[in-house]
């Protein structure tokens, strides 16, 4: 079992940056994939980015690519997701997750999911 717990949500202005974190305890951190994954009012979960247990390899969707960085620190267990020129439509519940690997997560989803931390994009 891993237990995950995100932070690093809140308001920001469109443009800014934030920086979110996912902490895991429980497993190790380094035994699984992880990622991210975002949900908006009206809409359904989405897929934003993953990294190998490693951290050798990111893949990110093609909405946000370019935007969002994806990183870990397997010595410190957490992973972190760093926004850049935030939009009024990033605001959503942003939710850290872990799997078996990143194209599993991509396509089907994850086995283990924090509880979301809210991000808020104002203009």
């Known amino acids: 079992q891993v237990q995950l717990v995100e932070s690093g949500g809140g308001l920001v202005q469109a443009g800014g940056s934030l920086r979110l974190s996912c902490a895991a305890s429980?497993?190790?951190?380094?035994?699984?994939?992880m990622g991210w994954f975002r949900q908006a009012p009206g809409k359904e979960r989405e897929f934003l980015a993953a990294?190998?247990?490693?951290?050798?390899?990111?893949t990110y969707a093609d909405s946000v690519k370019g935007r969002l960085t994806v990183s870990r620190d397997n010595a410190k267990n957490t992973v972190y997701l760093i926004m850049n020129s935030l939009k009024p439509e990033d605001t959503a519940n942003y939710y850290c997750?872990?799997?078996?690997?990143?194209?599993?997560?991509?396509?089907?989803?994850?086995?283990?999911w924090g509880h979301g931390t809210q991000v808020t994009v104002s203009s």
């Open positions: 429980g497993r190790t951190g380094s035994t699984y994939a």
């Open positions: 990294i190998s247990r490693s951290g050798g390899i990111t």
């Open positions: 997750a872990a799997g078996v690997d990143i194209t599993t997560m991509r396509r089907k989803g994850a086995d283990y």
